[in-house]
């Protein structure tokens, strides 16, 4: 093994990394020890070429039970266009602006049914963020004032402003379909890279099939959030996505290609669609890229402390330390490379994270060893899989001026339902305030055939919703699963049109002018 080096590179990034005694090495001893270590690790499961279709079907069969319905394109899209209104009364409209646009998961066509939305409250088209910290705790505040009145009506639940994160959102969860939204403002450089990850996803439906099947692995295994210290979804995106590109021959190329004529979007598209068919060369199945990014990833356990760094911008391992010393775990930012997309991971977390990729790849070695059945794999990977639990459901959020009633659907409705069989509550369904008294929600957005489309941001690519998703996958495989109807706990922002509702032009905008006065 090579003496230790200096870091070739040093970031200002305040991460929550811890500071390592180990010795920084440099990023061409660093590069050699991961590939060395990935075919050991790699041989270890004993990858039995017979087996891999049927890993591969299996795969392809939880990915096509992952995949949104046309309905919960339709739901996201039309939230966007009720917040959009809500924006508008609220702060007015100059020039179309403030605008509300979706980013993230949804953007990237990479969420589930119970992924959360996010949304971004912009006040102008400028790629640069021009908004101080203290004007966007100021957006969150009014918006989440108007909110609250909301959820009182039962339309919404857990409205919870975060104004102490380092991005300040504002969390609430539509009653009627469960699904959590996450509202900032200006945030161009997520919405940049939704639209990179977007567009790369067209190169090859690999990334995108991968990038979900990883994501939900790491969901169930409660590997994936960033405020419990372990990885955010981008951590794990950029990490399937530099598999890829470490590939021989590569299927996805450098990111520094895609960004090198700037961050607009026009730029960007023509770069990427350069590259289109590079992967064609590479004719592994996804079941073979899921084994060997698992053997790639437990590869480098024991080299984070040298200053391991994955790096989508250059394609390639490189030798990296942050502000903190050596990061738990090392994911480059290709837009700010000061910056870890993996900051949050904690070092007993990473612990965690290691030991689960170390049970995956025993799990997937019992299996090429005839020693695992496909369904008993299937369910140590990806959880009991049915679609009728991957609806969205309201969570609970604590915080402050909510009743523990208030705050779940299922909570309150069986609050209203020992009212009426006179239990000791004192509140039925009857007795809750009238929408209309102060509706946000108008009939004309209850009535989801009315709703025009709005335009698509210049930073977001043109993405038609809703899209209907096909069945098959380009691997020979035609999945179909029955639709799933979506349970309604509550009214909520898309709930069946209230009968008391007012009108658009006879709304009375007591809330949005109370909240802009604020």
Same mark, same amino acid.
């Given at each position: 093994?090579?003496?230790?080096?200096?870091?070739?590179?040093?970031?200002?990034?305040?991460?929550?990394?811890?500071?390592?005694?180990?010795?920084?090495?440099?990023?061409?001893?660093?590069?050699?020890?991961?590939?060395?270590?990935?075919?050991?690790?790699?041989?270890?499961?004993?990858?039995?070429?017979?087996?891999?279709?049927?890993?591969?079907?299996? &795969?392809?069969?939880?990915?096509?039970?992952?995949?949104?319905?046309?309905?919960?394109?339709?739901?996201?899209?039309?939230?966007?266009?009720?917040?959009?209104?809500?924006?508008?009364?609220?702060?007015?409209?100059?020039?179309?602006?403030?605008?509300?646009?979706?980013?993230?998961?949804? =953007?990237?066509?990479?969420?589930?049914? !119970?992924?959360?939305?996010?949304?971004?409250?912009?006040?102008?088209?400028? =790629?640069?963020?021009?908004?101080? !910290?203290?004007?966007?705790?100021?957006?969150?505040?009014?918006?989440?004032?108007?909110?609250?009145?909301?959820?009182?009506?039962?339309?919404?639940?857990?409205?919870?402003?975060?104004?102490?994160?380092?991005?300040?959102?504002?969390?609430?969860?539509?009653?009627?379909?469960?699904?959590?939204?996450?509202?900032?403002?200006?945030?161009?450089?997520?919405?940049?890279?939704?639209?990179?990850?977007?567009?790369?996803?067209? &190169?090859?439906?690999? /990334?995108?099939?991968?990038?979900?099947?990883?994501? /939900?692995?790491?969901?169930?295994?409660?590997?994936?959030?960033?405020?419990?210290?372990?990885?955010?979804?981008?951590?794990?995106?950029?990490?399937?996505?530099?598999?890829?590109?470490?590939?021989?021959?590569?299927?996805?190329?450098?990111?520094?290609?895609?960004?090198?004529?700037?961050?607009?979007?026009?730029?960007?598209?023509?770069?990427?669609?350069?590259?289109?068919?590079?992967?064609?060369?590479? =004719?592994?199945?996804?079941?073979?890229?899921?084994?060997?990014?698992?053997?790639?990833?437990?590869?480098?356990?024991?080299?984070?402390?040298?200053?391991?760094?994955?790096?989508?911008?250059?394609?390639?391992?490189?030798?990296?330390?942050?502000?903190?010393?050596?990061?738990?775990?090392?994911?480059?930012?290709?837009?700010?490379?000061?910056?870890?997309?993996? !900051?949050?991971?904690?070092?007993?977390?990473?612990?965690?994270?290691?030991?689960?990729?170390?049970?995956?790849?025993?799990?997937?070695?019992?299996?090429?060893?005839?020693?695992?059945?496909?369904?008993?794999?299937?369910?140590?990977?990806?959880?009991?899989?049915?679609?009728?639990?991957?609806?969205?459901?309201?969570?609970?959020?604590?915080?402050?001026?909510?009743?523990?009633?208030?705050?779940?659907?299922?909570?309150?409705?069986?609050?209203?339902?020992?009212?009426? !069989?006179?239990?000791?509550?004192?509140?039925?369904?009857?007795?809750?305030?009238?929408?209309?008294?102060?509706?946000? /929600?108008?009939?004309?957005?209850?009535?989801?055939?009315?709703?025009?489309?709005?335009?698509?941001?210049?930073?977001?690519?043109?993405?038609?919703?809703?899209?209907?998703?096909?069945?098959? /996958?380009?691997?020979?495989?035609?999945?179909?699963?029955?639709?799933?109807?979506?349970?309604?706990?509550?009214?909520?922002?898309?709930?069946?049109?209230?009968?008391?509702?007012?009108?658009?032009?006879?709304?009375?905008?007591?809330?949005?002018?109370?909240?802009?006065?604020?």
């Amino acid at each position: 093994m090579a003496s230790p080096a200096t870091s070739t590179s040093v970031s200002d990034d305040s991460d929550s990394s811890q500071c390592s005694e180990a010795s920084i090495w440099d990023s061409q001893e660093l590069h050699r020890q991961a590939e060395c270590l990935e075919l050991e690790e790699l041989a270890a499961i004993s990858v039995n070429p017979t087996l891999l279709p049927t890993l591969n079907h299996l &795969l392809l069969e939880v990915y096509a039970i992952l995949r949104p319905k046309p309905l919960d394109y339709d739901q996201r899209n039309t939230l966007v266009d009720v917040f959009r209104k809500i924006t508008k009364q609220i702060f007015g409209s100059n020039d179309g602006f403030p605008v509300v646009e979706p980013f993230g998961s949804f =953007t990237m066509d990479l969420f589930t049914p !119970r992924s959360d939305l996010d949304l971004s409250v912009n006040f102008s088209a400028n =790629t640069d963020d021009r908004y101080t !910290r203290k004007e966007k705790i100021s957006v969150i505040r009014k918006f989440s004032k108007v909110l609250y009145s909301h959820q009182r009506n039962g339309i919404c639940c857990g409205v919870l402003p975060i104004v102490s994160a380092r991005v300040p959102i504002l969390k609430v969860i539509d009653c009627g379909t469960g699904i959590e939204c996450d509202i900032s403002v200006e945030n161009k450089d997520g919405m940049t890279r939704s639209m990179i990850f977007k567009y790369v996803s067209l &190169l090859d439906e690999r /990334f995108q099939i991968l990038s979900c099947l990883v994501k /939900f692995w790491a969901k169930i295994h409660d590997l994936n959030s960033p405020r419990q210290l372990t990885m955010s979804s981008m951590s794990i995106i950029s990490l399937v996505a530099f598999h890829l590109q470490t590939r021989r021959p590569p299927i996805l190329p450098a990111f520094s290609a895609l960004l090198k004529d700037g961050l607009d979007c026009a730029s960007i598209e023509r770069n990427i669609l350069s590259f289109k068919g590079v992967g064609s060369r590479n =004719t592994e199945s996804v079941a073979e890229l899921f084994v060997s990014l698992i053997s790639k990833l437990l590869s480098a356990e024991s080299l984070w402390e040298h200053g391991l760094c994955v790096s989508n911008f250059e394609a390639s391992w490189i030798s990296k330390t942050w502000k903190k010393g050596v990061g738990n775990l090392s994911v480059e930012d290709f837009l700010d490379r000061s910056q870890n997309f993996a !900051r949050s991971v904690g070092k007993v977390q990473m612990q965690k994270i290691c030991k689960c990729l170390r049970q995956c790849a025993l799990n997937l070695s019992d299996f090429m060893r005839g020693k695992l059945d496909t369904p008993k794999l299937k369910t140590l990977l990806f959880g009991r899989l049915s679609p009728d639990e991957l609806v969205s459901k309201p969570l609970l959020k604590h915080g402050k001026r909510k009743r523990k009633w208030e705050l779940c659907p299922q909570r309150r409705y069986a609050f209203q339902k020992r009212a009426k !069989r006179g239990g000791n509550a004192t509140t039925s369904s009857d007795s809750l305030p009238s929408p209309a008294s102060n509706n946000v /929600f108008p009939s004309a957005l209850h009535d989801r055939g009315t709703i025009q489309r709005s335009s698509i941001h210049r930073f977001v690519p043109v993405i038609p919703w809703p899209r209907i998703i096909p069945s098959g /996958f380009g691997y020979g495989l035609s999945l179909e699963f029955p639709s799933v109807a979506r349970p309604h706990p509550g009214k909520g922002i898309l709930g069946r049109r209230p009968n008391n509702a007012v009108p658009l032009n006879q709304w009375n905008s007591t809330s949005a002018a109370a909240a802009r006065s604020t």
